[in-house]
Each structure stands twice: as C-alpha cells, then as structure tokens.
C-alpha cells in the first residue's frame, strides 16, 4: 500500500471535536492519514516531520515559525474562560509566591502560559517538576498542579474543595486579550507538494467547523454518551470556546509570544504567518 500524501494530526481532547466531528473523511480515503495524539506527541511529531498538518500547542508553532504556517481560520481559543486548563491550589493564588507546581506532561502553551501569570504578572517565585496528569498524585508533593483538556474538565468536575482557576481568565484580567491555546499549522514542504489537496482539507475542516456550531446538539449529544454530565455544561462549554483565528486572535497570541520572549522562555517574539497571506506580494507578516 503506498503511504497517504498527507498525515494530519488530531488532539485526543474533547475541545478539538467541532472541527473534526463532520469532517469527511471518506472523501480523503486514499489521501490522508489521522494520527491521534495528546498536544505534546502532536508538537513533537510535527517538528520531526512526522505529521504534515494539524493542530498543536500555540508555543510549539512559536519554536518552529520558520518551518511551520498557520492554517486561516482555525485554533482553540477563549476570551475570559476555557473551561478545561486550570491551576489547581491548596491555597489561594495570592499565597503562591514560593509555591512549588506539578505541569501536566501534556502540554506546551499552557505550561509556560502559567509561568507568565505568576512570573510575570505576579512576580512570583516559583519551583516547578512536570508529571503525568493525575491531580491527586502531582499534589502529593505540591501545592499546586496544572491540568489540561479532558482531564482539567474531570478534576474539576471531582473537584476535592481546592482553590481552582482558569487560566483563560486570568490572562484575560492581566492584559485584556483573548489567549489561542493551539493553532494549526501546516509545514512548508507539505504546501510546496500538495497545494490543491491541502486547499481542499483546509476546506473540510472549516465547513466541519461550522456545521458543528450550527448542529451543536449533535457534538453534545456524542460527548454526553461519551463523558456524562450534564448536555447544558457541553452546550456552555463548547459555546465558551472560540474556533476562529481572526486578528483578534492574532493580537493576543503576538502578545503571549511577547511575554514569553521577556521571560526568556522564547529565544525572541514572533509574527503568526498566514498560509496564503504569507505568500502575497508585500506581505510583512
């Protein structure tokens, strides 16, 4: 059998299901492959050219800006909540100068997102050891743990009387931007040989998008059967997500990429370059 023209990564997080769930994956039967990762195998997957195409952590597309565009359209993010990326605590925000936290082995964005928040903004000082995401086991020996996706939205809904807070929020309250927790990027040499096929996924994934915000029942009704909970928390949930990447987006993710670069967790800040917009004359993105 010979090997597909495209291999296209899919996250194994409920957040990322509206663009996927209608998508039509029987007309790119003989073209494409998915791979199902968690965000940390995804971003190391695609920087070893392993995956095409798909989403990953917004800071892995910041490593990896020279090889990487950004699809148009496409991303994960909130303004205000997320829902499913939370600091959990033993004690309040306001007594973690200090503190030491357990970072999900998942994930990227959110890891160094967080650092910005007590760093940065609160002027902390923090110690910090990465774990496999179990909340009672990486707050065996800290004060607070970080988790992300499906497992931030089960600890929560278990939730065992700890101090909780969405990290959506809380960059919201600090600098006034929407937060674009993972992008999809696609890497140059894919659009140097398959320009029209990946036209056409491009195509796929947004009209999958938006007929999953138009038929969200159906989306609900699937993770309901799936998770449990209750179909209205799915509905807000979902709803209190942004699917888009409009300049909105775009300033906020500048501005995360900004912040980074000052704690030096980037080497310097970068430009989110369009795939299309990138190529046209007089482009200064």
């Known amino acids: 059998m010979s090997p597909k023209q495209l291999r296209i990564g899919q996250i194994k997080y409920t957040n990322t299901l509206p663009v996927y769930f209608f998508f039509d994956e029987a007309r790119f039967d003989d ?8 965000p940390a195998q995804l971003n190391a997957a695609m920087a070893r050219g392993e995956i095409d195409v798909g989403p990953i952590s917004s800071f892995s597309y910041a490593e990896h800006h020279e090889q990487y565009l950004v699809l148009p359209g496409l991303s994960i993010s909130a303004k205000r909540r997320v829902r499913s990326i939370y600091l959990f605590s033993k004690r309040p925000i306001e007594e973690l100068d200090g503190a030491h936290i357990a970072l999900t082995n998942t994930s990227a964005t959110s ?7 007590l760093e ?6 923090v110690t910090y050891q990465t774990q496999a995401p179990v909340l009672e086991e990486m707050l065996a020996h800290a004060d607070g743990a970080l988790l992300i996706g499906d497992d931030a939205l089960l600890a929560y809904r278990n939730n065992n009387g ?5 990290l959506a929020e809380l960059w919201y309250r600090y600098t006034g931007y929407s937060m674009t927790f993972a992008v999809w990027a696609v890497r140059k040499e894919a659009i140097e040989k398959h320009p029209g096929l990946l036209r056409d996924v491009h195509a796929a ?3 999958s998008k938006e007929r999953s ?5 159906q ?24 699917y888009d990447f409009t300049e909105e987006e775009r300033r906020g993710l500048e501005h995360y990429y900004a912040c980074a670069a000052e704690l030096g967790l980037l080497r310097s800040p970068v430009k989110v370059r369009i795939w299309e917009e990138a190529v046209q004359p007089g482009s200064t993105r």
């Open 31 to 38: 073209k494409i492959d998915f791979i199902l990762q968690v």
């Open 162 to 166: 700890y101090h909780v807070y969405d």
């Open 213 to 217: 915000l138009q038929h969200l029942e």
């Open 219 to 242: 989306v609900v009704e699937a993770v309901t059967a799936q998770f449990g909970e209750e179909p209205s928390s799915w509905f807000e949930y979902f709803r209190g997500l942004c």
């Open 120 to 125: 940065k903004f609160l002027r902390y000082t």
């Open 205 to 207: 994934f947004l009209e």
């Open 111 to 117: 890891v160094n997102l967080l650092k910005i928040i």
